[in-house]
């Protein structure tokens, strides 16, 4: 275990866990937090796991971590690891299950006191046209062949189909489609997980919420993002459902053979891997962007489902009802991408698991409307707390291969928050605060509780000071619907 007498500080943001604690670490492990935040994080096995990344082959610079690390299945939620290629490794574990899951932030020109009357309507018909819950079907049929074209064409299918605009898919990450997506390399048992699940919210940390903009802190920023004090927005996170679970499930044990065909030596089996310049790694990465592109099109029927809610329940109410697209991002995911690395342009394999991305201005990956500005990072927070945009930087680029943090970050496990909180009690206190909240099931809303996360608010100052990303705006929420 990794004790405080371990850490080097390196400033008032950076800890590193030098190379020499453990003679099979390639690399160092940097994380990110503060002195207020170190506690959480020295109270489970997150570090260990990082210093464990750290052993990967081809692994360069820093194993890094975000200030909402927490552990996780081999790789700490929060982690980043960049790997070499050609041969630098392909991990599953540093993608995570739910590839993809990810943030879809949506606007208005609705003002708060427009929509006070109406927000249990709107609520209401949101928590109908958008399906959540542990399995729960969603409406889109799909023909014989349809899913497999889905998730090769990504956002482009929904284009094609009417779920989507040109501008939704040019403010989503890699416009909603990973290319080299390839049906082949997804199994049946995934193809019949996903069949029935595209336009769904599922269950756990998944939610969808009317938030109002309740602090601007850089007003030219977020006028160029389309943001104003008191405005009315939507924020969607859902990932790839049962099918990117099932296509993670069925590398991680594929992967079990890789180990000792490449002489892999490995500090934890949860570690599983493949070099990307294998057949199997290719495999995997092929089915990787597949479940991604079925995430993305996941949240863009999702928003096309928002909109007609807001028509169905608010016509004749609120004039402009219009919902528009800030960005869509990823935070389960490895990408390849080019980084300067002390000097040296090299293409890497970027894992990024709970953790986004944060591009600085200029790199092109960026939509045109917002190149100069650096890419909006969405940061969720627990339910019933605030909820950021931020914005990358080229200090992100330095520091965290384009990386920040993804939301609040668990403390409790959701076992333990169940234990400790009464899903009853708790919709009552959110309803004192204001807030709506429709949800499946009062278990589900314990497992979630804010009291079971970090403070994101702290999260968010770690990663603001350590100039990993900067603060646009803060949400509140007025609803919440849930699984």
């Known amino acids: ?87 630098g490794v392909i991990s599953p574990g540093g993608v995570g299950y739910d590839i993809n899951c990810g943030v879809r932030l949506l ?26 819950g542990v399995g729960k079907g969603g409406n889109v049929k799909l023909k014989k062949g349809e899913l497999e074209r889905l998730i090769e064409q990504g956002c482009h299918w929904a ?6 605009t040109e501008e939704d898919i040019e403010k ?24 029935g699940q595209v336009g769904t919210l599922g269950a756990g940390n998944h ?29 969607i996170h859902c990932g790839s459902r049962g099918l990117g679970h099932q296509i993670c499930t069925d590398y991680v044990k594929a992967f079990q053979k890789c180990i000792k065909k490449y002489g892999l030596n490995l500090p934890d089996r949860e570690l599983v891997c493949a070099p990307l310049s294998s057949s199997e790694g290719q495999n ?45 991002i990823a935070h389960n995911m490895a990408k390849i991408e080019e980084h300067q690395v002390d000097g040296k342009l090299m293409r890497l394999c970027v894992h990024r698991k709970g953790a986004t991305r944060a591009f600085g201005p200029l790199r092109p990956e960026l939509p045109a409307p917002y190149r100069d ?10 339910m019933g707390t605030s909820s950021w945009v931020l914005v990358g930087t080229q200090s992100a680029m330095e520091q965290t291969f384009g990386s920040t943090c993804h939301g609040a970050g668990r403390i409790l496990s959701r076992s333990q928050a169940k234990k400790k909180v009464r899903g009853t009690t708790l919709l009552e206190q959110l309803k004192a605060k204001g807030i709506h909240v429709l949800a499946g099931s009062m278990a589900g809303l314990a497992e979630e509780a804010p009291e079971a996360y970090k403070d994101v608010n702290c999260v968010v100052e770690v990663v603001h000071g350590a100039g990993i990303a900067t603060k646009v705006a803060r949400l509140d929420p007025l609803a919440v619907i849930k699984g």
Do not use: W
């Open 107 to 132: 606007a208005t020109k609705i003002e708060r006191e427009e929509l006070s009357s109406h927000i249990e309507l709107l609520t209401g018909a949101l928590y109908n046209n958008c399906p959540s």
């Open 373 to 382: 500005i650096g890419q909006p990072v969405l940061v969720p927070g627990s």
């Open 1 to 87: 275990m990794v004790a405080i007498d371990d850490l080097v500080k390196i400033n008032d943001y950076v800890y590193e866990i030098p190379q020499s604690f453990r003679s099979d670490m390639r690399v160092p492990a940097r994380f990110f937090t503060d002195d207020k935040l170190l506690k959480a994080v020295m109270g489970d096995r997150s570090l260990e796991q990082l210093v464990n990344t750290a052993t990967l082959p081809g692994v360069v610079k820093h194993a890094l971590a975000m200030p909402d690390i927490h552990q996780g299945y081999g790789f700490p939620i929060g982690g980043v690891v960049a790997t070499e290629l050609p041969d």
């Open 284 to 328: 995997y990465l092929s089915a990787m962007k597949a479940a991604a592109n079925y995430a993305y099109v996941n949240r863009q029927v999702l928003t096309h489902h928002v909109r007609r809610s807001f028509d169905q329940a608010l016509a004749g109410k609120v004039a402009n009802r219009k919902v528009y697209q800030i960005y869509d």
């Open 159 to 164: 284009l094609k189909n009417g779920y989507a």
């Open 172 to 195: 989503t990450e890699e416009r909603g489609c990973l290319e080299g997506a390839d049906a082949k390399t997804v199994s049946q048992r995934a193809f019949d997980r996903g069949l």
């Open 207 to 235: 939610f969808l919420e009317i938030d109002v903009v309740n602090h601007v802190f850089d007003e030219k920023t977020a006028q160029r993002l389309g943001l104003f004090q008191g405005q009315i927005v939507l924020q």
